[in-house]
């Protein structure tokens, strides 16, 4: 039996988390199946009652995917409690390239990212700086407080 896995992340604003975190992983919006406008008329059309959708669900994209495949689908659901606590795990986008390359140009390809994901709306916890352990990396948290390391 083949298995498929999805990440469901908590979220008060699935579109602005979807605007997000499609900048961050590179990813894309999924776009509803068939021929359905959005995710609202899919929900509809297989049977989900109107009462169990909120104002406005499916309207937009709640789903991010990877364009080549590889990655898993990401869903932002909706949920009226606000975030309280540090993460238990987080997402960490290693754009370095790994120890093979240079510790300069690591610290470029991170500093690139991290500026892009700032202009998004991510806020810089730490910059993990050590150039004796040839180690730099950035840790931040996403627009609703999740955090996240760029490596």
């Not at 979807?18 to 297989?46: M, N, Q």
Request: with cysteine.
């Amino acid at each position: 039996m083949e298995m498929t896995v999805q990440l469901t992340i908590d979220c008060s604003d699935p579109r602005r988390m979807v605007t997000f975190w499609t900048e961050a992983l590179d990813y894309v919006p999924e776009p509803p199946p068939g021929e359905h406008a959005t995710w609202r008329d899919y929900w509809t059309s297989i049977g989900v009652p109107e009462a169990e959708l909120p104002p406005g669900a499916g309207d937009l994209p709640e789903s991010i995917v990877d364009p080549t495949g590889r990655g898993p689908r990401v869903w932002f659901q909706q949920v009226p409690e606000p975030k309280t606590a540090k993460n238990r795990w987080h997402f960490d986008l290693k754009v370095g390239g790994g120890r093979d390359v240079p510790l300069d140009i690591r610290t470029e390809r991170v500093r690139s990212k991290v500026a892009r994901l700032v202009a998004s709306g991510a806020t810089i916890l730490q910059i993990k700086d050590d150039p004796d352990t040839g180690f730099y990396a950035t840790a931040l948290q996403d627009p609703e407080g999740n955090e996240f390391d760029v490596v």
